[in-house]
């Protein structure tokens, strides 16, 4: 069992940065893969960004490729998304989730565990 937090949404302005945290307990956080996800309103929740258990290995949605950046703190039990070049249509609801296992998802429905979602809006 892992129980999620995320933190650190808020308002951005087009083009800036801006960084989300995840803060999980349980045991076997080291060894869950983790994304992040979201939603923006209207819309299905979308894969924003993976990363393997140890963090050797991340994967990006084509939209974020470039811009985002995932990774996390095994020793300190915490995920980040770090959110450069920020764009309107990044705006949505962020959210945090992890994987039973240690294989990396890339669609919601791979994910077991989530978080109550950080709100993010990128005004133009």
């Known amino acids: 069992q892992v129980q999620l937090v995320e933190s650190g949404g808020g308002l951005v302005q087009a083009g800036g940065s801006h960084r989300l945290s995840c803060a999980a307990s349980?045991?076997?956080?080291?060894?869950?893969?983790m994304g992040w996800l979201r939603q923006a309103p209207g819309k299905e929740r979308e894969f924003v960004a993976a990363i393997s258990p140890s963090g050797g290995i991340t994967y990006y949605a084509d939209s974020v490729k470039g811009r985002f950046t995932v990774s996390r703190d095994n020793a300190k039990n915490w995920m980040y998304l770090q959110m450069n070049g920020l764009k309107p249509e990044d705006t949505a609801v962020y959210y945090c989730a992890a994987r039973r296992g240690v294989r990396v998802g890339v669609t919601p429905d791979e994910y077991d565990y989530w978080g109550q979602g950080t709100q993010v809006t990128v005004s133009s």
């Open positions: 349980g045991r076997t956080f080291s060894s869950s893969a």
